[in-house]
Structures are given as C-alpha cells and as structure tokens.
C-alpha cells in the first residue's frame, strides 16, 4: 500500500535530519575540514581544506603520459589507474595535512558530469571512507566546483558571468549562488580542449621532442608562439548564429582539410610533420580564442540587458583545463576590458582538474547548509548532468547584435 510507504520514507528522512542535527553539534563538524575527492576524468586528486580556503594537504596522480601514449583517453585504462592509485592519494592528502578522519567535517567527491567508469570509481571509494568513518558526504558538480574555484583565492560576491572550457565541455553561465546557475550557453558538439587534442595529433606534434611530454593543447599553445596566425585564416564558428552557444567540429574539419592540402603540397605522406606547422596552430588557436571570445562578449551584453549582473564592479571568471592557454586568456582579456568588467582566472595549476576545488566546493555547500548527506544516502553518478537552469533559447531569442571589437592579442 502507498500509505505505509509514505510513512516509511517520512521516517527515514527524519532519521537523516535527526542524524545531521546530532553530528552537527560535535567537535568533528565544528572543525570544518573538508576532504575533497576528484576522479571525473583522467586525474586522480584528494586534498583537505579548512573553511578559510586553506590547503592544509593535497595530492594529485596524473594519467597525463599514459594516454599520450595511447593517443587519448581509454575509459577502461583511466578507471584502472584510478583504482591503482585512490586510496594512496587520499592517505597522502590526509598525511600532509595531519588530519586523521575523524577530524573532518565532511568528505567532497565529485559524481557528475564525467567519464562514467572515472566517476565510479571515486565515488564508490568516497562512499565505503564515509560510511566506515561515519562522515556526512556532499556530491559535487564538476563544472560548479571549477566555476567557484576563484573564490576560494579571492573574495567574489555572487553574480558573476563565468566561462568554463576544458577538454569535456564549454560553457558561459551566470553564477548566482553555490548551487544557483543560470546557463546562457554550451557546446553543440565538442569542446575547445577537444578539438586542439584532435588538431594536435593529426599533425603528429607528439613527433616534436619539445613536444612529446605535452598535452594536445599544450603543444599548440607553444608551437603558436611561434608561427604566422594570418598565413591560413579560418571561419569562426557559428558567425551568423545569434546566441551564445559554441561548436568546434566544423572548425576541427576546416584544420583537416587544411593539413591535407598542406601535406599534398609538400608531398608528405600523413604523419610527417608539415614544415607549417606553427602557423597552422596559431591559426587554429586564434580561431578558437576569437570564438570564445565572441560567444563571452555577447553574453555580457544579454546580462547586461537584462540586470543579471552588478552594476558596480561585475565580474567575468574564466575556469577550466583550457583556461591555462595564455594566448584564450588575453583574448577574453579583450572583451572583458572592452565591456567593463574585471577578468579573473585562477592559476594554471587549479584551472585543471584537482581535489582542492572539489573540496572548496564542499566548504561552500557545507556553509550554506546544501546538499550535504548522511552516509547510508545511496548516490548515483551522472555521466551527463546539465549545470543549473537551461535559459539558451531566451538568450537566441534576444537575438543579441556584436558589435565590432578586434581581438588583438599582444605578444
């Protein structure tokens, strides 16, 4: 019958209530120490933070090498190495910090969106430690969790215009509050961290040896210091599409087009390494920052519009593995100087994936008092999860009109 089940499910969260009221009032929560647990993609992180932001230990093991040698990520491979290396992660995390468990206030772990043998793994490790050391548990939001990492280094009141990019996903939002996001647009196909891997390895840069230790969007980056931008020219996406939404694809394929041309030129077979190389990826670089950097101007403008920002002060954040690429972060410069706002972006080494933002992100919840859980709560992990509330079509709708600005970028 539905009416004894009603009942039940009353009881059990009243227990869960009754259970967060008592460990709320012990020494353990009032310490407010957070371990926060990252396992989204392909780097296994831990760290424990205090409520003032403070990393008292971390540690981070990166699959970085192992799929360079693959040449990308294998799902299966990244969840072994995973599991070969959380439990050691999180022990280095709380050793450097000298925090024993039970000094901990809660235990942070992301549980979406990602790759989902990736999540699993940290999850089902987050919720056997909460459960032995009976610890309230908070799931995180990988994308919140990199929006609000610049708080945690900064003073910043809510709203604020933010845009994440990465290698999994590109997105502007208006961040409202810890778990309040308004999202103005996404990626259609693939994100800009993506295309420039992709763009890397057709062109073999792993055949450079000053190359060979980076990362797709790191060879790029350096190669594109050195090269001519305005040898080739590429279309920016999406030029007569009025929203703030991106697509990368046909970008991708304008490049491969490109390098066949080149290659058939030079009489080189796939895989040889073109002698114009550089100015191909300086190209491809400018091509990406400007579509950025478009999509992010005419967000600010439909903020603007319609007062979803500040009048005094507002703020652009940008977040992510591929805010790290200095040349995007001078172009968003640009718009940001243009329309008046400040540009904050968070050091390189806390723009990738790591523990310490997904502990700040359960510092910040644990504030406010959301979505922190008993640890027999059963969770799930969501491979795909949309952030916040979905306004794309209003900002299509508003049809927003750019005006010119030139993306200069100085060198």
Not at 34 to 51: H, K
């Amino acid at each position: 019958m539905a009416f004894p089940t009603m009942i039940q499910s009353k009881v059990r969260i009243l227990l869960r209530l009754l259970w967060c009221k008592q460990t709320a009032g012990s020494k353990a929560f009032r310490s407010r120490l957070v371990l926060g647990i990252e396992t989204s993609c392909d780097e296994t992180g831990a760290a424990v933070m205090d409520e003032s932001g403070a990393i008292l230990g971390e540690s981070l093991h990166s699959q970085k090498e192992v799929h360079l040698r693959t040449g990308g990520i294998i799902p299966t491979v990244a969840q072994a190495l995973h599991r070969g290396n959380i439990e050691r992660v999180v022990q280095e995390a709380l050793d450097r910090s000298a925090v024993a468990p039970a000094q901990l206030a809660a235990v942070a772990a992301t549980v979406k969106p990602g790759l989902a043998l990736s999540l699993a793994v940290g999850l089902s490790f987050s919720q056997r430690f909460v459960r032995h050391h009976n610890k309230p548990f908070i799931p995180v939001h990988h994308m919140e969790a990199h929006a609000l990492t610049v708080r945690m280094l900064q003073p910043l009141h809510f709203p604020f215009l933010v845009l994440l990019v990465s290698g999994g996903h590109a997105l502007l939002a208006v961040a409202r509050g810890v778990d309040d996001f308004l999202l103005l647009g996404r990626t259609l196909d693939e994100a800009p961290g993506d295309t420039l891997d992709k763009v890397a390895r057709r062109l073999s840069l792993r055949k450079l040896p000053r190359c060979a230790a980076l990362s797709g969007g790191q060879a790029i980056e350096l190669l594109a210091q050195d090269g001519d931008r305005k040898r080739f020219r590429f279309r920016t996406p999406m030029g007569q599409t009025p929203d703030c939404c991106f697509s990368f694809a046909g970008l991708r394929n304008q490049v491969t087009l490109l390098i066949q041309k080149q290659e058939a030129e030079e009489g080189v077979e796939e895989g040889t390494v073109l002698s114009c190389v550089s100015d191909i990826a300086a190209a491809t670089q400018h091509t990406v920052a400007s579509h950025l950097a478009k999509r992010t101007h005419r967000a600010v403008l439909f903020c603007r519009t319609n007062r979803l920002l500040p009048s005094q002060n507002p703020t652009l954040v940008l977040s992510g593995g591929v805010a790290s690429n200095q040349y995007i972060r001078k172009a968003l410069a640009v718009v940001a100087e243009a329309t008046g706002l400040q540009l904050l972006c968070p050091p390189s080494r806390f723009c990738t994936d790591n523990g310490a933002m997904v502990a700040w992100n359960g510092v910040e919840r644990l504030r406010e008092g959301i979505g922190i859980l008993a640890p027999e709560v059963e969770v799930s992990y969501e491979p795909r999860a949309p952030l916040g509330v979905d306004i794309t079509a209003e900002v299509r709708a508003a049809a927003i009109r750019l005006p010119s600005i030139r993306i200069k970028i100085p060198d």
